[in-house]
């Protein structure tokens, strides 16, 4: 599936000496993880990136950064949905639904999200977006921001098996060489176990 981007976004990118790698989505609704996530300059970068290849992407946030009175207005009309990352389970059941409901109307429906949950190094990544992929039965895309050769992927795709430790080497091959900003704040990819 192609999409209509901004030239306006392309130019800035190319302004800055980035680039998106993107050759089309395989499928109208699916799940996107960011990685590595290392700076704030990660959104700035990802939102020209979004509006250069034209996705309608929605993306999970942080509650708190929407309960600014301004920047949570702005966050919103970027496509930014709060989560509550203190309630374990709560997003999972009602994203996957929104999806299949997707799936079967024929509604184009991605959301993304960065699994790693903030900018500094955690011990393991923050599992909704696997269930969600899985229980949807969506292609999971792996998006990166690769600072070393400044380029955004959007190029890799993966359809999640349910075995978390296979899929997630999937996922470290994919990704794990990638360069943040502050390559030391890259968390290492495997999921948190509650």
């Given at each position: 599936?192609?999409l209509q981007g901004s030239a306006t976004a392309r130019a800035l990118?190319?302004?800055?000496?980035?680039?998106?790698?993107?050759?089309?989505?395989?499928?109208?609704?699916?799940?996107?993880?960011?990685?590595?996530?290392?700076?704030?300059?990660?959104?700035?970068?990802?939102?020209?990136?979004?509006?250069?290849?034209?996705?309608?992407?929605?993306?999970?946030?942080?509650?708190?950064?929407?309960?600014?009175?301004?920047?949570?207005?702005?966050?919103?009309?970027?496509?930014?949905?709060?989560?509550?990352?203190?309630v374990a389970r709560g997003i999972v059941e009602p994203m996957a639904?929104?999806?299949?409901?997707?799936?079967?109307?024929?509604?184009?429906?991605?959301?993304?999200?960065?699994?790693?949950?903030?900018?500094?190094?955690?011990?393991?990544?923050?599992?909704?977006?696997?269930?969600?992929?899985?229980?949807?039965?969506?292609?999971?895309?792996?998006?990166?921001?690769?600072?070393?050769?400044?380029?955004?992927?959007?190029?890799?795709?993966?359809?999640?098996?349910?075995?978390?430790?296979?899929?997630?080497?999937?996922?470290?091959?994919?990704?794990?060489?990638?360069?943040?900003?502050?390559?030391?704040?890259?968390?290492?990819?495997?999921?948190?176990?509650?």
């Amino acid at each position: 599936m192609q999409l209509q981007g901004s030239a306006t976004a392309r130019a800035l990118l190319r302004l800055f000496g980035w680039r998106v790698a993107f050759a089309g989505l395989p499928a109208r609704q699916g799940v996107v993880i960011v990685y590595p996530h290392t700076s704030n300059w990660d959104f700035v970068v990802g939102v020209l990136a979004k509006w250069s290849v034209g996705i309608p992407v929605a993306f999970w946030g942080k509650d708190r950064l929407f309960r600014l009175p301004v920047f949570g207005w702005w966050l919103r009309r970027l496509g930014g949905i709060p989560v509550d990352r203190g309630v374990a389970r709560g997003i999972v059941e009602p994203m996957a639904r929104r999806l299949l409901d997707a799936a079967a109307a024929d509604r184009f429906l991605w959301r993304a999200l960065s699994p790693e949950g903030t900018r500094r190094r955690t011990a393991a990544w923050r599992s909704g977006f696997y269930h969600v992929a899985v229980k949807a039965n969506v292609p999971l895309a792996l998006v990166y921001f690769d600072y070393r050769d400044k380029v955004v992927g959007v190029d890799r795709f993966l359809r999640l098996s349910g075995d978390a430790a296979a899929d997630m080497a999937a996922i470290a091959r994919e990704l794990g060489h990638r360069r943040g900003l502050r390559p030391e704040r890259a968390g290492p990819i495997r999921l948190e176990t509650r």
